[in-house]
């Protein structure tokens, strides 16, 4: 019972739709006249209700709504889900997903990175990525400059959908944040791979070879870039 006398209750249940299980949220309210749903971050069907609708009732409003139920579903299954315990892939490694409500922000322990609670992770953590991302990946970009003795280019953090650099015609070098998820020698190949662009606008045996000679044996890394892709890029 709230303070303004509000009486609340909820309850998780079940429902299936297509043969599938759908996982539901009852939160019943006597404050409410009606139905509502929606489907959550972790794909429930998160259904508002009057406190003493019967399911009866629940069961003919999602029903009613299957359609766009379908889709709400199939789009919340294809993002990615921010559980506890969930591995984030970092520096090569892996970050297991923490709730620690009272802590204020994001903040990596060892190898958990503790969030303050799950709803806003899809913000949040990205946030804390690209901070990571700016410090890290900068900090590579100006030593492996300095190491063989060339002016270091200017550069911005890119958020694109599929690349991991870019080089501008301006000559700006655009680096994914994701990729402070890769491991060390992932993360220099690609930041050679654009510092290559600057003398090899395309990509011809001469770039490869001054990818070579900035990145010596940069094949296994540039192999397991690709192949963890994918997974680098589910959020
Ligand atoms: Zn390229």
Not at 184 to 194: G, K, P, S, T
Request: with cysteine; net charge positive.
């Amino acid at each position: 019972m709230s303070r303004r006398g509000i009486v609340r209750a909820e309850e998780a249940g079940q429902w299936e739709l297509d043969g599938r299980p759908v996982a539901c949220l009852l939160r019943r309210s006597s404050a409410r006249r009606t139905l509502a749903m929606r489907v959550d971050g972790q794909g429930r069907v998160v259904v508002n209700l009057p406190l003493r609708a019967p399911v009866a009732d629940v069961e003919a409003f999602l029903a009613r709504h299957q359609g766009w139920l379908r889709d709400q579903l199939r789009r919340a299954r294809a993002v990615f889900v921010w559980r506890v315990g969930r591995g984030l892939p970092f520096l090569g490694g892996s970050l297991g997903l923490t709730l620690a409500s009272g802590t204020d922000g994001v903040r990596r322990d060892g190898d958990r990175l503790l969030v303050p609670d799950l709803d806003t992770a899809s913000v949040s953590v990205p946030a804390w990525y690209r901070a990571e991302a700016r410090v890290r990946l900068g900090g590579r970009l100006c030593a492996i400059c300095r190491g063989i003795s060339r002016v270091e280019p200017p550069w911005r953090l890119s958020d694109a959908r599929t690349r991991w650099g870019s080089l501008s015609a301006q000559g700006v070098v655009s680096l994914n944040w994701r990729l402070v998820k890769a491991g060390q020698a992932e993360i220099d190949y690609v930041i050679c791979h654009e510092l290559a662009h600057l003398r090899q606008r395309n990509h011809s045996a001469a770039f490869w070879r001054e990818v070579e000679a900035l990145c010596p044996g940069h094949a296994p890394a540039r192999a397991r870039l690709r192949a963890m892709s994918r997974h680098y890029f589910e959020f």
